[in-house]
């Protein structure tokens, strides 16, 4: 039976990741730096440290890798404090239903404490989730399954407890390592067929995701 729900939160309940696209190229337009899409997307759903590392060995050792991302975050910062954050569609409905049936609900990003709590609050859903794991708590990063570990740990939960919700492939992975039922939620990049195959359930929204909790079938 099905106890806690852990969600990833950018790309999953934010539609953060196609922005945060946008605010890379625009940040590089300061930069003597070429902007590549395919690095931009496939470092969804990691940390800072991975990050660096994947900018690092496209770019060379002399990439300012701190100023950039001082850049991007202040344009970004800018833009969520002038508009809405935009939730994606079936979110609130879908907290709400889990609260109504009283599931324990968890975050699990990437995403540093700061910037994560700000966006949750500005997004008025932070009072729906018992417990929040952020990336500068964890040392290693998604696909690594510490994060959901972690989550697992504050929830007061086993694995065959919990549901993780993720858009990405590297956060599929992190929730299957931690041995915990998946679901994907269709996003920005399609995961690897391999990745998909482990899941118990493809979604197109989070609308999905009520009909599919409503069986309670994992």
Do not use: W
């Amino acid at each position: 039976m099905i106890k806690a729900v852990i969600f990833d939160m950018d790309g999953l309940m934010f539609d953060s990741e196609v922005l945060g696209i946008e605010m890379m190229k625009k940040t590089m337009e300061h930069f003597p730096f070429e902007y590549d899409h395919d690095l931009n997307t496939r470092i969804i759903g990691t940390t800072s440290e991975y990050i660096r590392k994947q900018f690092s060995e496209h770019y060379g050792e002399d990439f300012p890798f701190e100023e950039v991302m001082k850049h991007k975050k202040e344009i970004t910062l800018q833009y969520y404090h002038e508009n809405d954050i935009p939730k994606k569609s079936g979110l609130v409905e879908l907290l709400q239903f889990l609260k109504e049936n009283d599931y324990k609900l968890g975050v699990a990003t990437s995403t540093y404490r700061d910037d994560a709590e700000f966006m949750l609050k500005q997004a008025d859903i932070y009072h729906f989730f018992d417990e929040i794991v952020c990336g500068d708590e964890v040392k290693k990063s998604k696909p690594n399954p510490d994060i959901y570990l972690t989550a697992l740990h504050k929830l007061n939960v086993k694995a065959e407890e919990a549901i993780v919700l993720e858009d990405s492939e590297n956060g599929l992975r992190a929730g299957q390592s931690a041995g915990i039922a998946t679901i994907f939620v269709k996003d920005l990049v399609h995961p690897h067929e391999e990745v998909l195959e482990k899941v118990v359930c493809s979604a197109q929204s989070l609308h999905d995701v009520i009909a599919y909790l409503k069986n309670d079938t994992v």
